[in-house]
Protein backbone atom coordinates (compact mmCIF):
# COMPACT_ATOMS: atom_id res chain seq x y z
CA UNK A 1 0.00 0.00 0.00
CA UNK A 2 1.49 2.82 -0.95
CA UNK A 3 -0.61 5.52 1.30
CA UNK A 4 -1.59 4.37 4.56
CA UNK A 5 -3.01 7.56 5.76
CA UNK A 6 -5.12 9.70 3.46
CA UNK A 7 -7.72 12.49 3.62
CA UNK A 8 -10.56 12.17 0.82
CA UNK A 9 -12.39 15.62 -0.30
CA UNK A 10 -15.50 14.64 -1.60
CA UNK A 11 -18.24 17.55 -3.06
CA UNK A 12 -21.47 18.09 -2.03
CA UNK A 13 -21.85 18.14 -5.85
CA UNK A 14 -20.85 14.34 -6.19
CA UNK A 15 -23.16 13.17 -3.16
CA UNK A 16 -26.15 14.41 -5.53
CA UNK A 17 -25.41 11.92 -8.38
CA UNK A 18 -28.22 12.78 -10.82
CA UNK A 19 -30.22 14.55 -8.17
CA UNK A 20 -31.22 18.27 -8.16
CA UNK A 21 -29.75 18.54 -4.86
CA UNK A 22 -29.97 16.83 -1.61
CA UNK A 23 -28.30 13.26 -1.48
CA UNK A 24 -28.58 10.30 -3.31
CA UNK A 25 -28.71 7.00 -1.42
CA UNK A 26 -27.51 5.22 -4.44
CA UNK A 27 -23.94 7.75 -4.39
CA UNK A 28 -23.92 7.69 -0.99
CA UNK A 29 -23.78 3.43 -0.54
CA UNK A 30 -21.38 3.31 -3.16
CA UNK A 31 -18.85 5.92 -2.09
CA UNK A 32 -18.93 4.63 1.84
CA UNK A 33 -18.54 1.08 -0.08
CA UNK A 34 -15.33 2.27 -1.60
CA UNK A 35 -14.10 3.80 1.68
CA UNK A 36 -14.44 0.83 4.15
CA UNK A 37 -13.02 -1.55 1.44
CA UNK A 38 -9.95 0.69 1.51
CA UNK A 39 -9.83 1.21 5.35
CA UNK A 40 -10.40 -2.81 5.76
CA UNK A 41 -7.39 -3.07 3.72
CA UNK A 42 -5.39 -0.94 6.12
CA UNK A 43 -5.86 2.61 5.22
CA UNK A 44 -6.33 4.96 7.59
CA UNK A 45 -8.87 7.67 6.21
CA UNK A 46 -10.14 10.91 6.99
CA UNK A 47 -12.77 12.56 4.88
CA UNK A 48 -13.89 16.26 4.68
CA UNK A 49 -16.83 16.74 2.64
CA UNK A 50 -18.51 20.38 0.78
CA UNK A 51 -22.30 21.36 1.43
CA UNK A 52 -22.97 22.62 -2.55
CA UNK A 53 -25.60 20.11 -2.56
CA UNK A 54 -27.34 21.88 0.48
CA UNK A 55 -26.48 25.10 0.61
CA UNK A 56 -23.67 27.32 -0.77
CA UNK A 57 -22.30 30.19 1.52
CA UNK A 58 -20.69 32.24 -1.07
CA UNK A 59 -23.81 31.79 -3.95
CA UNK A 60 -26.09 32.78 -0.92
CA UNK A 61 -24.65 36.33 -0.63
CA UNK A 62 -26.35 37.00 -4.17
CA UNK A 63 -29.76 36.78 -2.67
CA UNK A 64 -28.54 38.96 0.64
CA UNK A 65 -27.71 36.35 2.92
CA UNK A 66 -24.58 38.55 4.93
CA UNK A 67 -21.49 36.41 3.90
CA UNK A 68 -20.59 34.98 7.31
CA UNK A 69 -24.25 33.86 8.34
CA UNK A 70 -24.12 32.21 4.57
CA UNK A 71 -20.93 30.63 5.25
CA UNK A 72 -22.12 29.54 8.70
CA UNK A 73 -24.91 27.74 6.99
CA UNK A 74 -22.26 25.87 4.61
CA UNK A 75 -20.56 24.67 7.30
CA UNK A 76 -24.31 23.16 8.62
CA UNK A 77 -24.72 21.35 5.17
CA UNK A 78 -21.18 20.01 5.39
CA UNK A 79 -22.21 18.20 8.51
CA UNK A 80 -25.39 17.34 7.18
CA UNK A 81 -23.24 15.10 4.66
CA UNK A 82 -21.34 14.08 7.31
CA UNK A 83 -23.77 12.36 9.04
CA UNK A 84 -25.51 10.70 6.22
CA UNK A 85 -21.43 9.00 5.94
CA UNK A 86 -21.62 8.09 9.43
CA UNK A 87 -24.73 6.77 9.41
CA UNK A 88 -24.43 5.00 6.23
CA UNK A 89 -20.70 4.02 7.07
CA UNK A 90 -21.98 1.91 10.40
CA UNK A 91 -24.80 0.28 8.21
CA UNK A 92 -22.43 -1.31 6.20
CA UNK A 93 -20.35 -2.32 9.12
CA UNK A 94 -17.90 0.04 9.19
CA UNK A 95 -16.11 2.51 12.14
CA UNK A 96 -17.21 6.18 12.24
CA UNK A 97 -16.82 9.31 14.30
CA UNK A 98 -18.16 12.80 13.36
CA UNK A 99 -15.90 15.85 14.37
CA UNK A 100 -16.79 19.36 14.11
CA UNK A 101 -14.96 22.66 13.61
CA UNK A 102 -17.42 24.27 15.56
CA UNK A 103 -19.04 22.70 19.32
CA UNK A 104 -22.30 20.84 18.77
CA UNK A 105 -22.51 17.91 20.65
CA UNK A 106 -24.54 15.53 20.92
CA UNK A 107 -24.13 16.32 16.73
CA UNK A 108 -20.34 15.22 16.96
CA UNK A 109 -17.80 15.84 19.09
CA UNK A 110 -15.05 19.22 18.79
CA UNK A 111 -12.61 18.47 16.81
CA UNK A 112 -8.77 17.74 18.20
CA UNK A 113 -6.44 16.34 16.31
CA UNK A 114 -4.61 14.39 18.56
CA UNK A 115 -8.11 12.75 18.85
CA UNK A 116 -8.90 12.25 15.28
CA UNK A 117 -5.31 11.00 15.12
CA UNK A 118 -6.05 7.95 17.57
CA UNK A 119 -9.09 7.07 16.23
CA UNK A 120 -7.21 6.81 12.75
CA UNK A 121 -4.81 4.29 14.59
CA UNK A 122 -7.93 2.21 15.59
CA UNK A 123 -9.04 1.83 12.33
CA UNK A 124 -11.93 4.29 12.51
CA UNK A 125 -12.97 6.03 10.01
CA UNK A 126 -13.40 10.04 10.81
CA UNK A 127 -15.42 12.54 9.61
CA UNK A 128 -14.02 16.08 9.91
CA UNK A 129 -17.03 18.53 9.26
CA UNK A 130 -18.16 21.86 9.30
CA UNK A 131 -14.94 23.24 7.61
CA UNK A 132 -12.09 25.29 9.23
CA UNK A 133 -15.35 26.59 11.79
CA UNK A 134 -14.61 30.41 10.13
CA UNK A 135 -15.79 32.03 7.56
CA UNK A 136 -14.52 32.92 3.91
CA UNK A 137 -12.43 29.77 3.89
CA UNK A 138 -13.46 26.93 1.19
CA UNK A 139 -13.58 23.13 2.35
CA UNK A 140 -11.05 22.72 0.00
CA UNK A 141 -9.08 24.44 2.21
CA UNK A 142 -10.07 22.75 5.45
CA UNK A 143 -9.50 19.33 3.66
CA UNK A 144 -5.66 20.98 3.17
CA UNK A 145 -5.60 22.01 6.58
CA UNK A 146 -6.35 19.19 8.23
CA UNK A 147 -4.34 16.91 5.69
CA UNK A 148 -1.70 18.84 7.06
CA UNK A 149 -2.84 18.52 10.35
CA UNK A 150 -2.98 14.80 10.72
CA UNK A 151 -0.11 14.11 8.57
CA UNK A 152 -1.68 12.45 5.64
CA UNK A 153 0.40 11.04 2.90
CA UNK A 154 -1.94 12.98 0.69
CA UNK A 155 -4.59 14.23 0.18
CA UNK A 156 -7.50 12.61 -2.25
CA UNK A 157 -9.86 14.92 -4.19
CA UNK A 158 -12.47 12.52 -4.87
CA UNK A 159 -14.60 14.57 -8.26
CA UNK A 160 -17.19 13.92 -11.56
CA UNK A 161 -14.24 14.28 -13.87
CA UNK A 162 -10.86 11.92 -14.08
CA UNK A 163 -8.31 14.57 -12.98
CA UNK A 164 -7.12 18.60 -13.72
CA UNK A 165 -7.89 20.15 -17.37
CA UNK A 166 -6.93 23.10 -19.11
CA UNK A 167 -10.27 23.70 -18.87
CA UNK A 168 -13.54 22.47 -17.20
CA UNK A 169 -14.18 19.26 -20.02
CA UNK A 170 -17.63 18.91 -19.16
CA UNK A 171 -18.37 22.44 -20.87
CA UNK A 172 -14.79 22.51 -23.23
CA UNK A 173 -14.84 19.28 -25.08
CA UNK A 174 -11.05 20.54 -26.45
CA UNK A 175 -9.82 20.49 -22.68
CA UNK A 176 -6.90 18.44 -22.09
CA UNK A 177 -5.92 16.81 -19.24
CA UNK A 178 -2.47 17.18 -17.29
CA UNK A 179 -1.13 13.56 -15.83
CA UNK A 180 1.08 15.76 -13.23
CA UNK A 181 1.09 19.33 -12.60
CA UNK A 182 3.31 21.09 -9.81
CA UNK A 183 1.30 23.65 -7.38
CA UNK A 184 3.20 26.63 -8.61
CA UNK A 185 1.52 25.77 -12.75
CA UNK A 186 -1.70 24.94 -10.94
CA UNK A 187 -1.95 28.62 -9.22
CA UNK A 188 -0.39 30.72 -11.99
CA UNK A 189 -2.79 28.66 -14.73
CA UNK A 190 -5.93 29.49 -12.04
CA UNK A 191 -7.22 25.97 -12.50
CA UNK A 192 -10.45 26.16 -10.44
CA UNK A 193 -10.20 22.75 -9.24
CA UNK A 194 -9.02 23.89 -6.12
CA UNK A 195 -8.87 27.59 -5.15
CA UNK A 196 -5.66 29.38 -4.70
CA UNK A 197 -5.33 29.28 -0.73
CA UNK A 198 -5.99 24.97 -0.63
CA UNK A 199 -3.31 24.75 -3.42
CA UNK A 200 -0.86 27.02 -0.84
CA UNK A 201 -1.56 25.55 1.78
CA UNK A 202 -0.73 22.05 0.50
CA UNK A 203 2.68 23.37 -1.69
CA UNK A 204 4.28 24.93 1.31
CA UNK A 205 3.36 21.71 3.32
CA UNK A 206 4.39 19.49 0.78
CA UNK A 207 1.16 17.54 0.70
CA UNK A 208 0.76 15.84 -2.59
CA UNK A 209 -2.39 16.00 -4.12
CA UNK A 210 -4.60 13.79 -6.22
CA UNK A 211 -7.63 14.95 -8.17
CA UNK A 212 -9.66 11.85 -9.49
CA UNK A 213 -13.09 10.53 -10.59
CA UNK A 214 -14.69 9.28 -7.66
CA UNK A 215 -17.88 8.04 -9.78
CA UNK A 216 -15.24 5.07 -11.58
CA UNK A 217 -15.71 2.25 -8.58
CA UNK A 218 -11.72 0.99 -7.72
CA UNK A 219 -10.41 4.23 -8.40
CA UNK A 220 -10.03 4.81 -4.82
CA UNK A 221 -8.56 1.53 -4.19
CA UNK A 222 -6.35 2.05 -6.98
CA UNK A 223 -4.73 5.35 -5.98
CA UNK A 224 -3.99 3.91 -2.40
CA UNK A 225 -1.88 0.85 -3.79
CA UNK A 226 0.09 2.72 -6.03
CA UNK A 227 -0.97 2.96 -9.20
CA UNK A 228 -1.00 6.30 -11.45
CA UNK A 229 -5.24 7.30 -11.44
CA UNK A 230 -6.39 11.28 -12.32
CA UNK A 231 -3.60 13.97 -11.72
CA UNK A 232 -0.64 14.77 -9.36
CA UNK A 233 -0.33 18.00 -8.22
CA UNK A 234 2.73 18.05 -6.33
CA UNK A 235 6.32 20.25 -6.30
CA UNK A 236 8.55 21.42 -8.28
CA UNK A 237 11.26 18.74 -9.20
Known amino acids: MKYSRILLKLSGEALMGSESHGISKKVLQEYVSQIIEISEAGCQVAVVTGGGNIFRGLSGTQSGIDRVKGDQMGMLATVINSLALESEIHQQGGKARLFTAIRMEPVGELY ?3 RVIEALKNKTICLLAAGTGNPFFTTDTAAALRAVEISADVLLKGTRVDGVYTS ?6 SAKK ?4 SF ?3 IQKNLKVMDSTAFTMCRDNNMPIVVFNMN ?3 NLFKIVN ?4 GTLVH ?3
Do not use: L, S, V, Y
Open 184 to 186: DEA
Open 112 to 114: NRD
Open 168 to 173: DPEKDH
Open 226 to 229: GEKI
Open 216 to 218: IRG
Open 235 to 237: MAI
Open 178 to 181: FETI
